[in-house]
């Protein structure tokens, strides 16, 4: 049976589907399958999907949408979960904007019900069923071997929780190194699948963009570690420009205390070589001083202060003098945020690295 769907999730975006999708009535209840369903609603709040083309559409009640089956926890948002079994007919719920699909489990009152879906079958590709990890990126060749190329120096990008600054903040340090003549590139290391951060690195300057959902996986929630994932993505975008970067900057979806992660990448000794600046992203300023001791406990040490933390002068001078950390709002002084990132990141480089003075 084939179907001509209204709308393909940006989750499935590296999947390379016709103007019709062939399904089958069986589902394989498995993170990352690739589903074809029908809208049984429409909201006036979380009402929109992004399409796997980057753009932002309306979800109207009987649309016929592709997605792909994943986890979330948000804490603003949706927890969601894959079922053990799913059959066409049954009800699943839009978990993001991207596409992800799964059963809610848990609600926030402030982005209303999730969206009700009904499953109409799994995507077919020459009579198997299609997940995101079929579409997968190939593995970088190893560190080690013959013709590797070198990963470069990683800024992290981190926060107390989600819609705390960290994407703006990003975005910020890709502009503002590359109009100083350095080559940056983007990755989002945990998370939820969608584009619009990618897209949004690549606006400002960023060479290559990739995520966690280039590698097939739809979520990193519930991942015990994610470390592996993160590495292969930063070898994989030095792959992609051909060595040619100065830096990465790595955006952490999701809060440094959570479900997606964050922590098993931060304390991997492979990935905490990689680091030369880290910058916190915090709410307020006791989620800063607790951010950054969490941190230090766990032996990280955070380089810069952002967000809505420092808004004003208060915050930024609580961050500078109680705390003896720099502080810089990516909003309002965008250029000296970026000076205290850059001082951070290549104090410690020597003369001669590509796009460094001394």
């Known amino acids: 049976m084939k179907i001509r769907p209204h709308k393909l999730g ?13 399904i089958s009535r069986m589902v394989e209840a498995r993170s990352g399958q690739v589903l074809v369903v029908r809208a049984l609603e ?41 079922p053990d079994a799913i059959g066409a007919g049954d009800t699943l719920h839009l978990l993001n904007l991207g596409g992800v699909l799964g059963t809610v489990v848990s609600e926030n009152k402030d982005v209303g019900h999730p969206l009700r879906v009904e499953v109409l079958g799994m995507a077919l590709e020459d009579g198997r069923g299609v997940n995101i990890a079929d579409v997968a990126l190939p593995d970088p060749p190893d560190e080690h071997a013959a013709g590797a190329l070198p990963t470069p120096p990683v800024i992290v990008v981190s926060g107390t929780c989600m819609n705390s600054g960290k994407t703006y903040a990003a975005c910020e340090i890709i502009s503002g190194l590359t109009a100083r003549g350095y080559r940056v590139g983007g990755v989002k290391l945990t998370g939820v ?19 966690f959902s280039d590698c097939g996986l739809p979520s990193t929630a519930g991942m015990d570690d994610v470390a592996p994932v993160a590495c292969k993505l930063l070898r994989s975008v030095a792959h992609e420009a051909d060595g040619e970067l100065d830096v990465i900057v790595a955006e952490m979806g999701d809060g440094i205390i959570g479900a997606y992660g964050v922590e098993s990448i931060l304390t991997d000794p492979g990935f905490k070589s ?47 003098d109680d705390m003896g950390i720099a502080a810089s709002n990516a909003r309002t002084d965008p250029a000296g945020f970026v000076d205290l990132v850059e001082r951070a990141a290549f104090q410690r480089v020597l003369a001669g690295s590509p796009g460094v003075s001394a």
Not at 17 to 22: C, Y
Not at 52 to 70: I, Q, T, Y
Not at 279 to 300: F, Q, R, S, T, Y
């Open 193 to 211: 699948a969608a584009q619009r951060d990618l897209l949004n690195m690549s606006d400002h300057g960023a060479a290559v963009a990739l995520s």
């Open 274 to 320: 990689l680091v030369r600046a880290h910058v916190l992203c915090a709410n307020d300023l006791v989620a800063a001083w607790g951010g950054v001791k969490w941190l230090a406990e766990h032996g990280l040490q955070v380089d810069v202060v952002a967000g809505p933390a420092t808004d004003n002068s208060v915050g930024e001078r609580f961050v500078r």
């Open 10 to 22: 940006s989750v499935v975006a590296r999947c390379r589907f016709g103007a019709e999708v062939e």
């Open 42 to 82: 429409e909201k006036r709040v979380y009402d929109v999907i992004e399409l796997a083309s980057g753009r932002m559409a309306h979800v109207g009640k009987g649309d016929v949408l592709v997605g792909a089956l994943g986890r979330r926890d948000a804490l603003r948002g949706f927890v969601g979960r894959v």
